[in-house]
């Protein structure tokens, strides 16, 4: 599971050495409009930096402009990244030394009396509304969460949640298949990772239905099939500051398992995220290369989703998954994937859970793709299929 990157806010401790105008009225005083070329000291500590900022659409609108970002110390600059600014809203993710000064440029300076008319003509790049730094990488991580994101769990739940399990995930809860979420108004996207046990599912399949209170009561802004592997549901909630998540026929263990545990259960949460407003920002894949290296991936993918076997203690013995309609990847998406993933990937793993040895074409698969991009390559077979040659 990936961790949460807690985020440390820089910019209210930075020193603004040259080239700043100064804030707007009602704005934080650290917040501050460039000249175009502006030198800012961070303190020393994160390496890895997300900057956050501003451009007026009148601006971009005129011709799209280049931001350069650079590194360095005592007038010695490297220059780290290089991107043209086609949206208003701007994140960056930035690599630097421990003790770098960070010099922004916008290739185009210009001045609200270009623009508006104004009798302002002071030359301004862009505004910087703040600076994060995220922890230092973590050699044993090999994906890369693509925006700032902070673990939420601890501090929302409210009503109608079960206590921990107890096998040590502190931050897992349960849900009594009717209860209430807290949530921070400035965050308008959020993401829930949530699963259903495989027994629990045995009586037919669940739904999660996700309210939020707006000012004339509850309002369904998200509906879910419920699985027996955790996945992500991401809410645009706007907003609100309260959800409340209603699971159709919840269940007990001693029904679902036989288990003597008598409570009501809806869904298992595993951890709640925010995500910024601008989530949909795609991140330069170069810049992320230059935290965590060339190859950041570990690509595991099914192409096929049945099994040979029946295996007493696997969960793809229960019925309804052993017995679902054959599905096999073809030829041409696996290519597509291969395409544009595996140029980044460290390596790849031919199974999630299923047994890529039934796809009629996993010789080619092997031999084209793999094979052509060179990674490293696993195999989660089981082995009964396989035959000398």
């Known amino acids: 599971m990936l961790r949460s990157l807690e985020r440390q806010r820089l910019l209210s401790t930075a020193s603004l050495l040259e080239g700043w105008h100064a804030?707007?009225?009602?704005?934080?005083?650290?917040e501050r409009w460039s000249t175009g070329s502006s030198i800012l000291e961070l303190p020393q500590g994160p390496t890895a930096l997300v900057l956050q900022g501003f451009l007026p659409q009148e601006v971009i609108d005129?011709?799209?402009?280049?931001?350069?970002?650079?590194?360095?110390?005592?007038?010695r600059w490297r220059q780290?990244?290089?991107?043209?600014?086609?949206?208003?809203?701007?994140?960056?993710?930035?690599?630097?030394?421990?003790?770098?000064?960070?010099?922004?440029?916008?290739?185009?300076?210009?001045?609200?009396?270009?623009?508006?008319?104004?009798?302002?003509?002071?030359?301004?790049?862009?505004?910087?509304?703040?600076?994060?730094?995220?922890?230092?990488?973590?050699?044993?991580?090999?994906?890369?969460?693509?925006?700032?994101?902070?673990?939420?769990?601890?501090?929302?739940?409210?009503?109608?949640?079960?206590?921990v399990e107890s096998d040590g995930r502190a931050w897992w809860v349960w849900s009594t298949g009717d209860s209430t979420l807290s949530v921070p108004p400035e965050f308008a996207r959020l993401m829930l990772n949530v699963h259903m046990p495989t027994p629990a599912l045995r009586g037919g399949d669940?739904?999660?239905?996700?309210?939020?209170?707006?000012?004339?009561?509850?309002?369904?802004?998200?509906?879910?099939?419920?699985?027996?592997?955790?996945?992500?549901?991401?809410l645009n909630k706007g907003d609100a500051r309260l959800l409340r998540l209603k699971t159709s026929d919840p269940w007990t263990p001693a029904?679902?398992?036989g288990d003597h545990d008598p409570?009501?259960?809806g869904v298992g949460l595993s951890d709640v995220q925010f995500m910024p407003e601008n989530v949909d920002l795609v991140v330069d894949v170069h810049t992320i290369q230059k935290i965590y290296g060339p190859r950041f991936l570990t690509v595991r993918i099914d192409t096929t989703n049945?099994?040979?076997?029946?295996?007493?203690?696997?969960?793809?013995?229960?019925?309804q998954v052993f017995f679902q309609k054959a599905d096999y990847m073809s030829v041409d998406v696996f290519r597509r994937i291969a395409e544009k993933a595996f140029p980044y990937a460290e390596a790849v793993v031919l199974s999630a859970g299923f047994e890529p040895l039934l796809h009629k074409d996993f010789d080619q698969i092997l031999r084209n793709y793999l094979k052509t991009y060179n990674r490293r390559y696993h195999n989660r077979a089981q082995a009964s299929l396989m035959r000398p040659r």
């Not at 005129?62 to 650079?70: A, D, F, K, N």
Request: net charge neutral; proline share 9%.
């Open 23 to 30: 804030a707007e009225e009602g704005r934080d005083p650290w």
């Open 62 to 75: 005129r011709g799209e402009p280049t931001l350069r970002m650079s590194a360095g110390r005592d007038g």
């Open 80 to 163: 780290a990244q290089e991107m043209p600014i086609t949206q208003s809203d701007i994140i960056i993710f930035f690599a630097r030394r421990r003790d770098d000064l960070i010099r922004i440029e916008l290739h185009s300076p210009w001045s609200p009396a270009a623009v508006w008319g104004t009798g302002d003509d002071r030359p301004f790049g862009i505004y910087l509304r703040d600076v994060y730094g995220l922890p230092e990488p973590d050699p044993e991580l090999r994906t890369y969460q693509m925006l700032p994101i902070g673990s939420l769990l601890e501090k929302v739940c409210l009503t109608g949640w079960h206590p």
């Open 206 to 234: 669940r739904t999660l239905s996700v309210y939020a209170l707006r000012g004339d009561g509850w309002q369904l802004i998200k509906e879910a099939p419920i699985s027996s592997a955790p996945k992500p549901i991401i």
């Open 255 to 257: 029904a679902a398992a």
């Open 263 to 265: 409570r009501t259960l």
């Open 306 to 319: 049945k099994c040979n076997l029946r295996c007493q203690m696997c969960y793809l013995s229960y019925d």
